[in-house]
């Protein structure tokens, strides 16, 4: 069996490698895990969220691989209605209303990056 032992980063394709380091340290509070010279001068760029998990590996568009779509990424969150609030006051792309909260789906919405990746955050589950 492959010696596998966790999921350890997911590839969000970005047109812009600066600003996408920029949205989501500055706008989401993940840290810069690396920034790296990759290949013939490209860069291997990775951001991580505060709590630990995944990173996201920010890389320049390829093929098919391309920015804009549904990344089918949910992030945790302790508090989404709180979150909600923050990211739209700090001018983040989210959803105008939150979904589920009713005790069978969490309390969930969806965000874009600046390159309109769109993420989920999602109620972290107890």
């Known amino acids: 069996m492959p010696q ?13 490698q600066d600003e ?3 949205f989501y340290t500055e706008k989401l509070g993940f840290s810069l895990a690396a920034d790296v010279p990759f ?4 860069r291997w760029v990775e951001v991580a969220p505060p709590g630990g998990g995944a990173a996201f590996a920010l890389v320049p568009p390829r093929g ?4 804009g779509r549904m990344t089918g990424i949910a992030l945790d969150s302790t508090d989404p209605r709180a979150d909600h609030a923050e ?10 209303e939150l979904m589920g909260g009713d ?3 969490p309390l969930m919405f969806f965000l874009r990056d600046h390159d309109a990746n769109q993420l989920m955050l999602v109620q972290a589950q107890s």
Do not use: C, F, N, S
């Open 39 to 42: 290949g013939e001068g490209e």
């Open 87 to 96: 990211l739209k006051q700090h001018g983040v792309d989210v959803d105008d």
């Open 20 to 22: 996408a380091i920029a």
């Open 64 to 67: 098919d691989y391309q920015p």
């Open 103 to 105: 005790g069978t789906v």
């Open 4 to 16: 596998i032992t966790q999921l350890g980063r997911v590839m969000v394709p970005v047109r812009d």
